[in-house]
């Protein structure tokens, strides 16, 4: 990497041919924000022998994601640790073959058709509410999953698949832990060997496979009209008339099921986190719901009178974004700041530290809904605040995933309140996406 020729971006040295990698393995989140904090806007970051480079500016950020986007591809780290999983879906397939599945999918998304399933959503918020009662502790980020999953299942695939939701949430967490650890890991045990991990990811795998193949399966075979996005990813036709094949079906379907509900459940169970440790933030939201709605469930058209609600969503998302960073690698050399980043170098942009920088929030670290009510969203430079990516890769989804967080938040809130059980560790883990790596008990007060 060199600047005219002259020198690399500044960055630590780092351990001899480890470089940061511990420091990245024990405290990435940490070590991030160190790095963003004593190097500047474009960091190097050794990692055993690696080529990686932090980038902490905005305009730089909307380089990358919108500028330059056709200059990167997905990072091989992605790839490693969603691929096995996810196939050829959205979020991990490049160039022509992706915009052709992004041009097929996206009609399924516009606003318009994304608001037809806020029904589905508030129904599966007000069945897990009928499981509660007051008095009593349940780990709120396993009550989210739970929900989000059936939101997920019934609008994707027009089924239930309630009866497997604690499976699925085993599966998933064991996977993005065991790729997440081989991509970390440099010298890898291959993923043909009979070790205990490695045959029970291939289990988890086949698992998920077989749920996805066997709705896919017996929608064939369902010749009734239907309106969900199963449906239409099925029926969508490229401009020649073809059709996604089988595979493609699945890797789409994995890819918006798995992403869609993990990352729903991460936001409302981080809320529910901030509101329980915030009161008199989580008493004005309540206030602003019994005001507007009067008990009754929220509707597509109430949410543009509740801007605390908003607010709330924004803040929790600035604090504890479900999509902590986001990687790149370059195929051609890209400029940033006047240093000429070489091929195959992998290109960073976190959310975490840029939602978190104080250059652009006042007191950043704080949970401050009201600094959302006067308009700051469109005064931020774009590259501050990106929950949901930016560019032409920004997250398909991001209607969806609002308009069900809100709704959720609206109907739950309404009729609970959450406080964190005394003691309890609630720890950021950066997995694939920000999970609580303990989850997160909490006691239910009903209102």
Same mark, same amino acid.
């Given at each position: 990497? =060199?600047?005219?020729?002259?020198?690399?971006?500044?960055?630590? &040295?780092? +351990?001899?041919?480890?470089?940061? /990698?511990? /420091?990245?393995?024990?405290?990435?989140?940490? %070590?991030?924000?160190?790095?963003?904090?004593?190097?500047?806007?474009?960091?190097?970051?050794?990692?055993?022998?690696?080529? @990686?480079?932090?980038?902490?500016?905005?305009?730089?950020?909307?380089?990358?994601?919108?500028?330059?986007?056709?200059?990167?591809? &997905?990072?091989?780290?992605? &790839? *490693?640790?969603?691929?096995?999983?996810?196939?050829?879906?959205?979020?991990?397939?490049?160039?022509?073959?992706?915009?052709?599945?992004?041009?097929?999918?996206?009609?399924?998304?516009?606003?318009?058709?994304?608001?037809?399933?806020?029904?589905?959503?508030?129904?599966?918020?007000?069945?897990?509410?009928?499981?509660?009662?007051?008095?009593?502790?349940?780990?709120?980020?396993?009550?989210?999953?739970?929900?989000?999953?059936?939101?997920? #299942?019934? =609008?994707?695939?027009?089924?239930?698949?309630?009866?497997?939701?604690?499976?699925?949430?085993?599966?998933?967490?064991?996977?993005?832990?065991?790729?997440?650890?081989?991509?970390?890991?440099?010298?890898?045990?291959? $993923?043909?060997?009979? =070790?205990?991990?490695?045959?029970?990811?291939?289990?988890?795998?086949?698992?998920?496979?077989?749920?996805?193949?066997?709705?896919?399966?017996?929608? &064939?075979?369902?010749?009734?009209?239907?309106?969900?996005?199963?449906?239409?990813?099925?029926?969508?036709?490229?401009?020649?008339?073809?059709?996604?094949?089988?595979?493609?079906?699945?890797?789409?379907?994995?890819?918006?099921?798995?992403? !869609?509900?993990?990352?729903?459940?991460?936001?409302?169970?981080?809320?529910?986190?901030? *509101?329980?440790?915030?009161? /008199?933030?989580?008493?004005? +939201?309540?206030?602003?719901?019994?005001? /507007?709605?009067?008990?009754?469930?929220? $509707?597509?058209?109430? *949410?543009?009178?509740?801007?605390?609600?908003?607010?709330?969503?924004?803040?929790?998302?600035?604090?504890?974004?479900?999509?902590?960073?986001?990687?790149?690698?370059?195929?051609? %050399?890209?400029?940033?700041? !006047?240093?000429?980043?070489?091929?195959? %170098?992998?290109?960073?942009?976190?959310?975490?530290?840029?939602?978190?920088?104080?250059?652009?929030?006042?007191?950043?670290?704080?949970?401050?809904?009201?600094?959302?009510?006067?308009?700051?969203?469109? @005064?931020?430079?774009?590259? #501050?605040?990106?929950?949901?990516?930016?560019?032409? @890769?920004?997250?398909? !989804?991001?209607?969806?995933?609002?308009?069900?967080?809100?709704?959720?938040?609206?109907?739950?809130?309404?009729?609970?309140?959450?406080?964190?059980?005394?003691?309890?560790?609630?720890?950021?883990?950066?997995?694939?996406? *920000? @999970?609580?790596?303990?989850?997160?008990?909490?006691?239910?007060?009903?209102?």
């Amino acid at each position: 990497m =060199t600047n005219k020729g002259t020198h690399a971006p500044p960055g630590p &040295k780092g +351990l001899p041919i480890l470089g940061l /990698a511990l /420091a990245v393995r024990n405290d990435p989140l940490g %070590t991030l924000q160190r790095l963003a904090r004593e190097f500047g806007d474009v960091v190097s970051m050794p990692v055993m022998r690696m080529s @990686r480079v932090l980038v902490n500016r905005p305009d730089y950020i909307q380089q990358l994601l919108i500028l330059d986007h056709a200059k990167l591809h &997905k990072s091989t780290l992605t &790839k *490693l640790v969603v691929g096995p999983l996810l196939g050829q879906g959205l979020l991990i397939s490049e160039g022509d073959f992706w915009r052709r599945q992004r041009r097929l999918a996206q009609p399924a998304f516009h606003r318009s058709r994304t608001n037809e399933y806020s029904p589905v959503m508030v129904e599966c918020a007000l069945e897990r509410m009928r499981n509660w009662r007051g008095g009593e502790t349940r780990n709120i980020a396993e009550e989210m999953m739970k929900l989000t999953l059936e939101v997920a #299942v019934r =609008t994707l695939f027009g089924t239930s698949l309630a009866g497997d939701s604690d499976s699925i949430g085993k599966a998933m967490t064991f996977l993005m832990r065991h790729y997440l650890r081989r991509a970390r890991t440099p010298w890898r045990v291959p $993923e043909n060997w009979p =070790t205990f991990a490695n045959r029970r990811a291939r289990r988890e795998v086949e698992y998920m496979d077989s749920l996805i193949y066997g709705i896919i399966s017996e929608r &064939k075979k369902d010749t009734r009209p239907r309106n969900d996005l199963l449906s239409l990813l099925m029926s969508a036709m490229h401009e020649d008339g073809s059709q996604m094949s089988e595979r493609q079906v699945r890797d789409e379907s994995m890819t918006l099921f798995v992403a !869609g509900h993990e990352t729903t459940a991460l936001s409302l169970a981080w809320t529910w986190y901030l *509101l329980g440790e915030n009161p /008199a933030a989580e008493s004005r +939201l309540a206030e602003e719901l019994r005001s /507007a709605l009067a008990g009754r469930p929220a $509707e597509v058209s109430d *949410l543009e009178k509740l801007p605390y609600l908003n607010a709330v969503v924004h803040e929790s998302l600035r604090l504890y974004p479900p999509a902590f960073i986001m990687a790149r690698m370059n195929v051609e %050399t890209v400029t940033l700041g !006047g240093y000429e980043i070489p091929p195959r %170098t992998t290109l960073l942009a976190s959310q975490w530290v840029m939602h978190r920088d104080p250059r652009f929030f006042e007191q950043p670290e704080q949970f401050l809904p009201e600094r959302w009510l006067d308009g700051l969203e469109d @005064r931020l430079p774009p590259g #501050v605040y990106f929950p949901f990516g930016d560019g032409p @890769r920004r997250c398909i !989804g991001q209607g969806f995933a609002q308009l069900e967080t809100a709704l959720v938040i609206a109907a739950i809130a309404q009729k609970f309140r959450f406080r964190l059980r005394g003691g309890f560790p609630v720890v950021p883990e950066p997995l694939v996406t *920000l @999970r609580p790596k303990y989850g997160i008990e909490m006691s239910i007060e009903s209102r």
